[in-house]
């Protein structure tokens, strides 16, 4: 999946034409007379080079292009790449810097009103930070740190004055954006609950409930920043029930939210599928295919290559029949002695189906341990152990049965590959272990074997299904 994500992430970098202006950035360099300048940009918390020009005798390179470049932070970096400095990139495309490469925090612009306010406030934090920094680094004892606390406090206040200023006067320029997108939501007095007790759930549930109050969702010029992607994470990470059936629901009304612009539903859509496809947390595929089923089938997430469509459609159809809670495919097997093993013909509690090869470096490991774990523990709480080789001759198989004691499980093998089972329980490598109740429904899969222990334990102590 790693190749389609790269693909997706391409398209997500590419720029479109936004008008013929286009853009020209001329950067002098003071004591430089050689080597190569290059015009980054932040795609979420991820740099990218999307230009270079070189440097003339007089220290100046000229970045252009034909095309208006989406708004965000940009960067621009020296020769080397070991040293670049931040500036900020909208409407007006066309301007001048001057730089010491031995101070780049001192660049100064001509003819742009955006990084003239972004120079004022870097200014405004280096002159007011000094003095606390200094403070900060000589202190060495808890009293040190507790005269320092009310410098911190009253910085925090006039850095919030400043930015409350930046937005009032110029509320539409890109760091005001930046501001109101990194502003936190200030959390209201606990009330008194029916109970005459203090909720004590309330500071969570108002804080989720503010989070985006002021960031604009629909403004794309925030991809091309590091904040969009870091609010995100911090969102679904720490705010939402980590359960996929409520991030599916916050997943769509944040989409909803950048609908009105393309850059911000592109970004959003792909951090989405990108985090919830791989992430190592058991049932969350689900939310991978609702997304690839609700915006990617639909044909909503316009800017993908047929190709990549394809690809990405057949990863969640593979992926949906085995999601948890759905019933496991049949399986009709062929064990050791060639006699008909079935699936849905095992009556157990739980039924623990494993995928594995004699051959395989991480099986050899794996397998052993599962069969001790089921031996000292699972078997006494009603599970049946089915192994389905995947590989390896039979020969290799049996030899290693007969090695590891592997006696009390259900050992068969598809001869044929009728079940397709591959494709069914998405054994692309193994071993891949599915935890079925009597029912055969599935209820956890690619856990290793203290995981699945205890995931046992809960499900006998009813904690799973609380």
């Not at 309330?202 to 870091?230: C, M, Q, S």
Request: aromatic content about 12%.
């Amino acid at each position: 999946m790693q190749k389609l994500l790269s693909l997706l992430l391409g398209c997500l970098c590419s720029v479109s034409s936004l008008s013929a202006q286009g853009y020209q950035i001329s950067v002098t360099l003071r004591n430089m007379q050689s080597g190569t300048l290059y015009l980054g940009h932040y795609m979420g918390k991820t740099t990218y080079v999307m230009d270079s020009a070189q440097i003339n005798a007089q220290g100046t390179a000229v970045l252009k292009g034909t095309e208006t470049l989406p708004g965000g932070i940009y960067l621009i970096v020296l020769p080397g790449k070991q040293q670049y400095f931040e500036m900020l990139l909208d409407k007006q495309q066309r301007f001048a810097i001057q730089a010491d490469p031995a101070d780049l925090s001192g660049a100064t612009f001509t003819g742009s009103p955006d990084n003239t306010l972004f120079s004022d406030y870097n200014t405004f934090i280096r002159d007011n930070t000094r003095d606390l920094q200094a403070k900060s680094a000589a202190a060495r004892t808890p009293q040190d740190s507790a005269a320092i606390r009310p410098l911190s406090e009253a910085f925090g206040k006039k850095l919030n004055e400043y930015r409350a200023d930046v937005i009032t006067r110029n509320p539409t320029s890109l760091l005001a954006s930046l501001f109101k997108a990194m502003k936190e939501p200030k959390v209201q007095p606990i009330p008194i609950g029916p109970d005459g007790k203090p909720d004590s759930t309330y500071p969570y549930r108002y804080y989720k409930a503010h989070y985006w109050d002021e960031f604009n969702l629909a403004d794309g010029r925030l991809v091309r920043t590091p904040i969009l992607e870091a609010r995100l994470e911090r969102y679904f990470k720490q705010l939402v029930a980590p359960l996929p059936d409520s991030i599916i629901v916050e997943a769509d009304q944040i989409l909803a939210k950048t609908k009105k612009d393309k850059e911000s539903f592109k970004f959003t859509l792909w951090w989405l599928t990108h985090t919830y496809e791989t992430s190592p947390v058991m049932g969350m595929d689900a939310v991978f295919v609702h997304l690839v089923e609700k915006y990617y089938v639909t044909g909503e997430a316009f800017w993908i290559t047929p190709d990549y469509k394809e690809k990405i459609i057949s990863r969640a159809y593979t992926i949906a029949p085995n999601l948890i809670g759905q019933q496991a495919a049949p399986l009709e097997l062929k064990d050791t002695a060639a006699r008909n093993i079935s699936l849905y013909g095992i009556k157990s509690k739980y039924t623990v189906v494993v995928f594995w090869d004699p051959t395989c470096g991480h099986c050899i490991t794996e397998v052993p341990k599962l069969d001790s774990a089921w031996k000292a523990s699972w078997k006494n709480k009603g599970v049946t152990m089915l192994g389905v080789r995947t590989d390896g001759t039979q020969e290799e198989w049996i030899k290693f049965i007969r090695d590891h004691n592997m006696s009390g499980w259900i050992h068969a093998w598809d001869p044929g590959y009728t079940t397709n089972y591959r494709k069914t329980y998405d054994v692309y490598a193994t071993p891949v272990v599915y935890l079925l109740d009597e029912r055969k429904k599935i209820l956890a899969k690619r856990l290793g074997v203290t995981q699945l222990d205890e995931f046992l334990q809960r499900e006998e102590s009813g904690l799973n299904r609380k």
